[in-house]
């Protein structure tokens, strides 16, 4: 989608390895987040973001970490990948200002952990 | 209670016909119930919302129904299209930042 890009689009990986995905944005929106999708789930936030080095845990947050050292960039941590871990990550952006606001999503990335 | 619950899993509609999907949801604290329509390999896209103070909201053939006493909403698409095929989620806003989705509804619709 315009204005918000997800890399890499694919990956797989091997059990106990640490991977990075990463977000970025133009929109210059304050707000970012990631999502995992798993068929039965839903999207499942794991963190998020509400402005350079401001971050917090989502519901599922066990296993990961992020970064947002600039407000275009958002980093998502899986520090030692397991298969529970395989699954299609979205990272999202929102203006919160905007009074009816809706998150922007990216692409996603299908992550494999082998 | 942050949960959104969301139903049907999958939905199969002849074309033409009226789907319908729905959601229920606990917390009264949530304050913008967004739907969100997803193809194969993209991310969700808004599709449409509804704010708790307003009890219907129609945009073309997709209608939002908010029962604010009932915690429920509502997704109908009238004359779905084999186009409209996708999943949906409903999500539910909290603390002006964050949205909690429903699990999702498999939207087929059959020419």
């Known amino acids: 989608d315009a204005g918000i890009t997800q890399s890499p689009r694919h990956k797989v990986t091997e059990t106990g390895t640490p991977v990075t995905l990463r977000c970025h944005q133009t929109e210059n929106h304050r707000y970012m987040y990631w999502y995992r999708q798993d068929p039965g789930h839903g999207l499942r936030l794991i963190h998020y973001?509400?402005?350079?080095?401001?971050?917090d845990k989502g519901e599922v947050s066990d296993g990961y970490s992020v970064s947002r050292s600039k407000t275009e960039d958002f980093l998502l941590t899986l520090e030692s990948a397991t298969s529970s871990q395989t699954s299609v990550y979205f990272c999202a952006i929102s203006d919160a200002r905007r009074a009816n606001y809706g998150y922007t999503f990216g692409s996603g990335t299908r992550l494999t952990v082998v | 209670q942050q949960q959104v619950k969301q139903s049907p899993q999958s939905l199969i509609v002849q074309k033409g016909g009226i789907s319908i999907i729905n959601c229920a949801y606990e917390?009264?604290?949530?304050?913008?119930f967004p739907w969100y329509q997803q193809f194969p390999g993209k991310g969700p896209a808004l599709l449409i919302a509804?704010?708790?103070?307003?009890s219907e909201k129609k945009e073309g053939r997709f209608t939002i129904s908010f029962n604010k006493s009932a915690k429920q909403f509502s997704l109908h698409i009238m004359d779905s299209q084999p186009g409209d095929s996708a999943t949906y989620f409903c999500a539910a806003r909290l603390d002006t930042d964050k949205l909690i989705f429903g699990t999702g509804t498999r939207l087929q619709v059959f020419p």
């Open positions: 973001s509400y402005g350079v080095k401001d971050t």
């Open positions: 509804i704010r708790p103070d307003v």
């Open positions: 917390n009264t604290a949530f304050d913008y």
